[in-house]
C-alpha cells in the first residue's frame, strides 16, 4: 500500500523558513509523480498552492516554493507569515487515474 | 470565472444511498477530468475516484462497488452515486477539477458538501 508521509506538525517564526516534505513509502518521490501542495484552513476547501514539484498557482506568493529536496517533495515558505497558519497536503500522482495525498501537515506561526 | 458547486449531502443512515452533485460553470464538465476528494472530520484528504474527458473512469479501493461517477453533459454537472453508505464513509465531499497535461493536479475545488452516515 501507498503511503505518502508529511511530517504532523511544524512551527516556523514569523518572518522564518520552514521546509514541509512529502515523502513515500515505497522509495524516493521525483519530478515523475507530479507533486503538488494545497493550503487548507479549517472550514475551508483546499487551495491549490504548487503544481508540478515547483510551479506556483495563479495568485500564490512568491514566498511559496517547491522543490525535490533528497528523495522527497518539499515546500519552503520563506517569510512566514501569520496567515500562512494552516493545514498542507502534498498529492503525488501514482499513475493509472490514481492520487495519493499526505497525511497534512499543520503549520503553527508563532 | 471556474466555479463549482457540490451538493446532496445530508444525514443518511447506515447501507442508505445518496447522490451527491457537483454543478460547473466557466468550463465543460465532459472536456475536462473530474474528480471527488473526501475528508472526514478533522482528518486529511482521501481522494475517491475520478472520470476523464474520454470516459476513463477510476476509484478509491474503499469505495469500489459501492459508489459511481458520472456526469450529465446538459447539466455540465458530475455525480458521485454512493450506495451501501457506511459510518466510515461520513466526510465533506469536494469535487475538484484535474490539470493533466504535463501534470497531474487539481486547480480548482468546490465549497464541499457534508456527508453524516449515522443511525
Known amino acids: 500500500q501507498t503511503v505518502v508521509t508529511q511530517e504532523p506538525s511544524f512551527s516556523v517564526s514569523p518572518g522564518g523558513t520552514v521546509t514541509l516534505t512529502c515523502g513515500l513509502n515505497s522509495g524516493s518521490v521525483s519530478t515523475t509523480y507530479y507533486p503538488s501542495w494545497y493550503q487548507q484552513t479549517p472550514g475551508q476547501a483546499p487551495r491549490t498552492l504548487i503544481y508540478?514539484?515547483?510551479t506556483r498557482s495563479s495568485g500564490v506568493p512568491d514566498r511559496f516554493s517547491g522543490s525535490i529536496l533528497g528523495n522527497k517533495a518539499a515546500l519552503t515558505i520563506t517569510g512566514a507569515q501569520a496567515d500562512d497558519e494552516s493545514d498542507y497536503y502534498c498529492?503525488?500522482?501514482?499513475?493509472?487515474?490514481?492520487?495519493?495525498f499526505g497525511g497534512g501537515t499543520k503549520l503553527t506561526v508563532l | 470565472e471556474v466555479q463549482l458547486v457540490e451538493s446532496g449531502g445530508g444525514l443518511i443512515q447506515p447501507g442508505g444511498s445518496l447522490r451527491l452533485s457537483c454543478a460547473a460553470s466557466g468550463f465543460t464538465v465532459s472536456s475536462k477530468y473530474m474528480s471527488w476528494v473526501r475528508q472526514a472530520p478533522g482528518k486529511g484528504l482521501k481522494w475517491v475516484s475520478s472520470?476523464?474527458?474520454?470516459?476513463?473512469?477510476y476509484y478509491a479501493d474503499s469505495v469500489k462497488g459501492r459508489f459511481t461517477i458520472s456526469r450529465d453533459n446538459s447539466k455540465n454537472t458530475l455525480y458521485l452515486q454512493m450506495n451501501s453508505l457506511r459510518a466510515e464513509d461520513t466526510a465533506v465531499y469536494y469535487c475538484a477539477r484535474v490539470i493533466a497535461m504535463a501534470a497531474y493536479y487539481f486547480d480548482y475545488w468546490g465549497q464541499g458538501t457534508l456527508v453524516t452516515v449515522s443511525s
Open positions: 498529492m503525488l500522482y501514482m499513475g493509472n487515474g490514481i492520487v495519493v
Open positions: 472520470l476523464y474527458s474520454g470516459g476513463s473512469i
Open positions: 508540478n514539484t515547483n
